[in-house]
């Protein structure tokens, strides 16, 4: 059978995957994609931070020439936008909703890393294995939604996948309780 892959995730990031059977969604998916007409939503657990309520950070990534299995910033490599919208905070930790524009690999990790605020499990870039007494099981990043047209009737699709329940323990723990389910 014929499957192509649209929306893919970092090995320990859980949520949305998307993908065509059929060839003639497939072209309409990958229009989607290249045409940035998908509007993607992942939520991240972050440690307690400065981060203002709403920002966007706007950059270049490329891999690291010193550690090729990292992104960065950098001069010379490719637009990465994402905008951030904290929706909850506790003592402890805080809620993010990432809106990435662009699909750039380690996008949100690499932007939560630069923002000082490194996503819970991601030793890759700098996030805890531990908070408040409580290991942290995984990086905490969840592609929660994707909103696009229907590839072949163009009707309005909104895909969503309710966080895991490592991640909403551990939000639980923190005292960020359900607030997800207002994202």
């Keep these: ?9 970092d090995v320990q990031t859980s949520g949305v995957l998307l993908f065509a059977t059929d060839r003639a969604a497939n072209k ?6 290249a045409d940035r007409v998908v509007r993607k939503s992942y939520l991240a657990l972050v440690g307690a931070c400065d981060l203002h309520d709403r920002f966007t950070i706007e950059n270049q990534l490329a891999r690291l020439r010193h550690d090729t299995r990292r ?13 951030f919208d904290v929706v909850a905070r506790s003592g402890l930790a805080a809620l993010v909703e990432a809106r990435p524009h662009t699909g750039r690999t380690h996008q949100i990790r690499v932007h939560l890393q630069g923002a000082g605020a490194p996503i819970l499990g991601d030793v890759l870039y700098g996030g805890a294995l531990s908070i408040g007494g409580v290991g942290v099981p995984r990086v905490m990043l969840h592609a929660h939604r994707l909103e696009l ?3 072949v ?8 996948a309710a966080p895991p329940d490592d991640f909403s323990d551990l939000a ?3 005292g960020l309780e359900d607030t997800w389910k207002r994202t």
Excluded at 71 to 83: D, F, P, R
């Design 153 to 160: 009737t163009g009707e309005p699709l909104c895909l969503t």
């Design 71 to 83: 992104m960065g910033a950098v001069k010379k490599g490719n637009s990465a936008i994402t905008e």
């Design 28 to 33: 309409g998916l990958a229009d989607a994609f």
């Design 172 to 174: 639980v723990q923190l």
């Design 149 to 151: 047209p229907h590839p």
């Design 1 to 9: 059978p014929y499957v192509a892959v649209h929306h893919r995730l």
